[in-house]
């Protein structure tokens, strides 16, 4: 656990693209805690269930396992035997993630995976909580941040260069919609750990925040 990297930071900085590369490069794992939260939002939309309804949610996650596999180096997640990462970024996942991430149910059993995987692997990890409760002795933390205006202008940029049709202000309202949940609810809340390094990727490349983070691990070994 303790060469652990973990990335934390707001919906649409840059963590994952970030976390993939110098994973790569480091020849480290990456692990996506996002994709587990989304996973259980899956069971939860398909079974229906209120997420608004603690209880509910807490009884469903009784039926839910998640495992996590690499196909490639590639993460999948297993949601009861079925491979669902191709459905993880769907809307209605990511919605349904962030308003049942908030229930200790869901937490627990996800952080409890998280961490078995990093006493397992080298990791890198990337999520909301893992330099402030998952990994707390993770050998760098990194908080990567970015304004709601760039990240919804990536966003925008990305679905307008896959074809499809998108509307700015929809996007960045999203954007600081998922941040506020995620900011303010009570258990493990979306705030940089005191000892993480804060990058704001507003006005830099993906390869310059790589760059940086990278002379950051040089650093400290
Ligand atoms: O990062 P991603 O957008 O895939 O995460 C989906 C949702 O899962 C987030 O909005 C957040 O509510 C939740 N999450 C979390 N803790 C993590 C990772 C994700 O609460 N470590």
């Known amino acids: 656990m303790t060469n652990s990297i973990a990335i934390d930071g707001p919906a649409g900085a840059g963590k994952s693209t970030i976390a993939k590369l110098l994973a ?114 993770a050998f760098l933390k990194i908080f990567l941040t970015a304004s709601s205006d760039a990240r919804a202008k990536r966003r925008y940029d990305e679905l307008i260069a896959k074809g499809e049709v998108a509307d700015f202000e929809v996007i960045k309202k999203d954007i600081e919609d998922r941040d506020y949940q995620d900011s303010h609810r009570e258990i493990s809340p979306l705030k940089q750990a005191e000892d993480a390094v804060l990058v704001d990727s507003s006005n830099m490349t993906i390869e310059e925040v790589v760059a940086h983070i990278k002379n950051l691990i040089d650093q400290r070994k």
């Open 24 to 137: 790569k490069e480091l020849s480290y794992i990456y692990v996506d805690t996002g994709a587990m939260y989304r996973a259980m939002a899956i069971y939860f939309n398909e079974n229906k269930v209120d997420p608004d309804d603690e209880a509910a949610v807490s009884k469903a996650c009784e039926n839910v396992n998640i495992d996590i596999e690499y196909k490639d180096g590639v993460q999948q997640v297993i949601l009861n035997g079925t491979n669902v990462t191709h459905l993880l970024r769907e809307e209605a996942t990511g919605k349904m993630a962030s308003k049942t991430s908030k229930y200790r149910a869901v937490r627990t059993k996800l952080v409890d995976l998280q961490r078995e995987l990093a006493r397992k692997n080298a990791v890198i990890m990337d999520g909301r909580d893992i330099g402030s409760v998952v990994l707390k002795d």
